[in-house]
């Protein structure tokens, strides 16, 4: 996939209905998605509303906090060892790279390792919203796993980038790869990493696991609704959803509730919490349960 024709060829197709009043904010920065501004991508704010910033000290808390919470060995395990897109809230530990967004995801991690994949095999992930793609990287190097990636083209091109330079041997299919906007089984089958906009087709392909992480809160609810018919369509048999998102926000312009998400009936609880390190936030695993 040559991630610059992706990113071209999705806008020629762009339906801004998926473009919420809270990501209008990439409109303001459309002279930077450009390839040569992605190797700083995460200093130059192109990366802005996606990348958890916070000063040191704080950021050093949260590591430390971490590693009581899951043990050093699982942390040092799933840390990068490159600063890919050269961010500046970072520091260094026995020789891997720290920053605030990896803490986070090395705790989600931990939780779909205990909670998800102790119960069934993770063999293909969904992942709506998936920023500029580092828990895709954690879950893709963890699991080895078939990954779909579903994002607004201008964060799928972020995610190109990282999730390329994590993983050049993997094969790549983006939107300017598919007939008819549509991602079918075969091509599914015969490739592993796929970047998606949200008005691509899913033909035929189940999924173990489907993620969305505070992305949902800031979208309009007749996409949020759109969703989730795709989420009750796509799941397997006994597959997880998992969902952390506000309790409330209004950045799109109304209220976004979280008790107000469109489940169907067909779902068992296995976790729901207030998110790590963020009581705004709830972090929610469910259980497709269709009989």
């Known amino acids: ?3 610059y024709k992706n990113f071209k060829n999705s806008f020629l197709s762009y339906e801004t209905k998926y473009k919420s009043n809270h990501w209008k904010k990439f409109d303001l920065r459309s002279e930077l998605f450009e390839e040569k501004y992605l190797p700083n991508f995460r200093n ?11 000063d040191f000290e704080a950021q050093k808390k949260i590591f430390s906090d971490l590693i009581k919470k899951v ?6 395990e799933n840390l990068n060892s490159n600063n890919i897109g050269n961010s500046e809230y970072y520091f260094e530990h026995k020789d891997k790279v720290v920053d605030a967004g990896q803490n986070f995801h090395i705790m989600w991690l931990y939780e779909i390792e205990k909670i998800i994949n102790s119960q069934k095999k993770i063999r293909t992930v969904c992942e709506i919203g998936g920023g500029y793609g580092s828990l895709a990287q954690k879950i893709i190097k963890k699991y080895n796993c078939k990954y779909v990636s579903i994002d607004l083209p201008e964060a799928n091109l972020l995610s190109s980038y990282y999730l390329k330079s994590h993983f050049p041997k993997k ?17 599914f089958e015969k490739n592993e990493i796929f970047i998606l906009n949200p008005w691509n087709k899913l033909l035929d392909i189940k999924f173990d696991l489907i993620i969305n992480t505070r992305s949902m809160m800031e979208m309009d609810k007749e996409i949020i609704k759109e969703y989730f018919d795709l989420i009750h369509k796509i799941i397997d048999d006994n597959g997880f959803f998992l969902n952390i998102n506000r309790y409330r926000k209004k950045s799109v312009g109304y209220p976004i509730h979280f008790f107000e998400y469109p489940y169907d009936g067909n779902w068992k609880v296995e976790c729901s919490k207030s998110s790590w390190k963020q009581n705004w936030i709830h972090f929610l695993i469910v259980r497709r349960n269709k009989y």
């Not at 130059?44 to 916070?54: I, K, P, Q, V």
């Not at 043990?71 to 040092?76: P, Q």
């Open 71 to 76: 043990g050093e060995k699982f942390v040092i």
């Open 1 to 3: 996939m040559d991630i």
């Open 44 to 54: 130059n704010s192109l990366s802005d509303g996606l990348d958890d910033r916070y």
């Open 171 to 187: 094969t790549f299919i983006g939107n300017d790869q598919l007939l008819d906007n549509t991602l079918n089984k075969d091509i």
